[in-house]
């Protein structure tokens, strides 16, 4: 089993800046992909960013390209996920995921490929 705590979330003006941090435990290495997705109110999770478990490849969603990156460290089983010129409409709750048993090569935008999610962190963004 692998658990996954998520931080870092809060309340901030649009044009904000935060930085989300996902802590795995349960398994060390942290060697397996990850993802980050949301969830607003009233809608299904939606695809954030996806990083491979050695930091290489990084892929995120249209609405948060240019303004999100993702970065692990794996020496402290840690993923990051930084948020710059934060909108209202990035709202949501945070959730981070892992693909530890799924296939190496997968549609990292869809939630069934992961295998583990942590418990969400909530990102409000006033205007």
């Known amino acids: 089993q692998v658990q996954l705590v998520e931080s870092g979330g809060g309340l901030v003006q649009a044009g904000g800046s935060l930085k989300l941090s996902c802590s795995a435990s349960g398994r060390p290495g942290g060697r397996y992909a990850m993802g980050w997705f949301r969830q607003g109110p009233g809608t299904e999770r939606e695809f954030v960013a996806h990083i491979t478990w050695n930091g290489g490849v990084t892929h995120y969603g249209a609405s948060v390209k240019g303004r999100f990156t993702v970065s692990r460290d794996n020496a402290e089983n840690t993923v990051y996920l930084q948020m710059n010129s934060l909108k209202p409409d990035d709202t949501a709750v945070y959730y981070c995921?892992?693909?530890?048993?799924?296939?190496?090569?997968?549609?990292?935008?869809?939630?069934?490929?992961?295998?583990?999610w942590g418990q969400g962190t909530q990102v409000t963004v006033s205007s």
């Open positions: 995921a892992a693909v530890v048993n799924g296939p190496s090569h997968g549609d990292y935008t869809q939630t069934y490929l992961y295998d583990y």
